[in-house]
């Protein structure tokens, strides 16, 4: 807008999120190691033991609010109000302010990999090479699809239209109504997990490259070479962010792979980045936190613990003064 004698005021630029720097707010002693990072909601922090069980914490003070006997291997996923949590045969629904069963569904398979929440439905791939997808409301099947045989270490990402999986070097999508197969592209190297960004699909891959994919046709638009194998990649709507085991921090631009910036890490990551509020969060065991400036990649500050993390740290990714941010 014009302001006094008709000068042009200059915008103001957002500031980046202020995650960090962090100060302890509580910390609490669980009864066994964790098998998987968790999960948080506004009221609480839910993670699953080695022990066999999974906990619920109060968020702001730590206190045990419930347990329940749930032996898993992976994080849990909550929507609605509802914690969705798996074991090697089987998917639970428990109301997370209680623990309280809604339903359980029975799997005639061992799981592949964590479910993906996609939509109204819970996907999960299950030995040797089924997809299926349950109804969030009451675990009732959707559909079900034999698909070509996962590599022993796959990985699937979901969105509103499809679910992607990475299997070997082969990335799949499949149509999220019924399941059908829409595409398929052969890469190189071994493929982490997939980040699914609207129209672009990002995957990288231990042949050090990290692959730009059309979300709806798998037609490659552009790949990147790295110095090392590509952890995993998250993008926003100017830029992809990927992390690789060169133990740099590179932006790119999305729509043609042109490198932005790129900063040295003083950590071998050991999760694909996430962003948000104007930051990129990079996640290690020493410091256990890093964050970026998204535009620059100036650092902001860094979040370090006597020891090695153990799984990643939850971040909230809505900040809210006074209130726990992450676990």
Known sequence: PEANGGQRETPLKPLPAPLLPAE????????????AAGTLDDQGVYIPLQSGQIVAL???TGVTEWSVDLKSAWAPMISGGVLYAANSNEVRALRAVTGEPLWRVSLDAELLV????????????????????????????????AIPS??????????????IVASGSRVSRFRSSDGQLEWERELGGVLSSPAISGDRVFVGSTDNYLYALDTNKGRLLWRYGAGGDVVGAVADERFVYFASL?????????????????????TRTIAPP??????????????????????TGDPADKFELAGDVQGIPLVDTRLVPFRVAMI
Request: net charge positive; hydrophobic share 40%; aromatic share 4%.
């Open 24 to 35: 302890v707010a509580w910390n609490a002693i669980l009864p066994s190691q964790a098998s």
């Open 58 to 60: 109060n968020r702001e």
């Open 114 to 145: 964590a479910p993906s929440m996609q939509g109204t439905t819970i996907v999960v791939l299950l030995k040797p090479d089924q997809l299926r997808a349950l109804r969030l409301s009451d675990g009732t099947e959707v559909w079900r699809l």
């Open 150 to 163: 996962p590599s022993p270490s796959p990985s699937m990402s979901a969105d509103a239209t499809g679910v």
């Open 246 to 266: 060169d133990n740099l921090l590179r932006a790119l631009r999305r729509g043609n792979g042109n490198q932005v910036w790129k900063r040295d890490l003083s």
């Open 274 to 295: 996430s962003t948000f509020g104007g930051i990129v969060v990079v996640s290690g065991n020493n410091p256990a936190l890093a964050a970026f400036n998204a535009a």
